[in-house]
């Protein structure tokens, strides 16, 4: 069983961004058939990525001066703090919390920051590069 489908069309038309969700989806769907054993590796590359994909479109933001920025890094630090509080359960045994994060709440957030947030980011790049050099 795969969380997300890879027929859905998640892209955002913006290669870097959606490389990096295209790994985030990849490790989800790993999660979601992992046994209790692999489980917690996984997670901790899940969260390592995700930092990492944050971190990115962070420099993207100020590079291109997104109007949103400071919204959108807020989004960020959000649910990094819920990676780190699922993390911890995680590593003191408790998987089921795990699961119920990466099957329940993950899928639902990231859709929606796909469609909203990184959305807007990458429409604005484009904008952005096709404007004259002044």
Do not use: C
């Amino acid at each position: 069983m795969t969380i997300f489908e890879t027929t859905i069309p998640l892209s955002v038309g913006y290669a870097l961004i959606d490389n990096d969700h295209s790994i985030f989806i990849d490790l989800i769907n790993q999660l979601d058939n992992a046994n209790n054993t692999d489980f917690p590796g996984l997670f901790t590359q899940l969260y390592q990525h995700t930092e990492e994909h944050f971190e990115s479109e962070n420099r993207l933001m100020a590079q291109f001066r997104f109007p949103a920025e400071s919204e959108h890094k807020g989004e960020h630090q959000r649910v990094l703090g819920e990676f780190k509080q699922f993390k911890t359960r995680i590593d003191k045994g408790l998987i089921p919390f795990g699961r119920a994060f990466v099957k329940e709440r993950l899928p639902q957030w990231f859709l929606l920051h796909i469609t909203t947030m990184d959305s807007a980011l990458a429409a604005h790049i484009k904008t952005q590069q096709e404007l004259p050099d002044e």
